[in-house]
């Protein structure tokens, strides 16, 4: 199994940053990538960046585009999620996710490993 766990997150006004990290432990070696997805009430979850394991590749929508860098630290099983201009309307739940599938990264569905989630509330 592999286990999940992310810190960080909290309160900032519009334009500032927030850090978000995730942990990833257990059997690692089957991990091919790690998500962040966020959510808000009533809304399913929202792909907001994925990482290859390796680091070496990294893929956002358009939302996130210029403003979120996910990053692994390579001295050990972590990946941080930089938040940069934040808006109101990035208040949401986020969570991160470990996936052993090759492909699908975007889709929540292709992930099997889920972290608690952490609270990200913008305020305007």
Same mark, same amino acid.
Do not use: F
């Given at each position: 199994q592999v286990q999940v766990v992310e810190s960080g997150g909290g309160s900032v006004q519009a334009g500032g940053s927030l850090?978000?990290?995730c942990a990833a432990s257990g059997r690692t070696t089957?991990?091919?990538?790690m998500g962040w997805f966020r959510?808000?009430?009533?809304v399913g979850r929202e792909f907001v960046a994925a990482i290859s394991?390796? #680091? *070496?590749?990294?893929y956002y929508p358009d939302s996130a585009k210029g403003r979120f860098i996910v990053s692994r630290d390579n001295t050990k099983n972590t990946f941080a999620l930089q938040l940069n201009s934040l808006k109101p309307?990035?208040?949401a739940v986020y969570y991160c996710a470990a996936t052993d599938n090759?492909?699908?990264w975007r889709d929540p569905r292709q992930y099997d490993y889920? #972290? *608690?989630g952490t609270q990200v509330t913008v305020s305007s």
């Open positions: 850090r978000l990290s089957k991990i091919y990538a959510q808000t009430p009533g394991w390796s #680091g *070496q590749h990294t309307e990035d208040t090759n492909a699908g889920w #972290g *608690q």
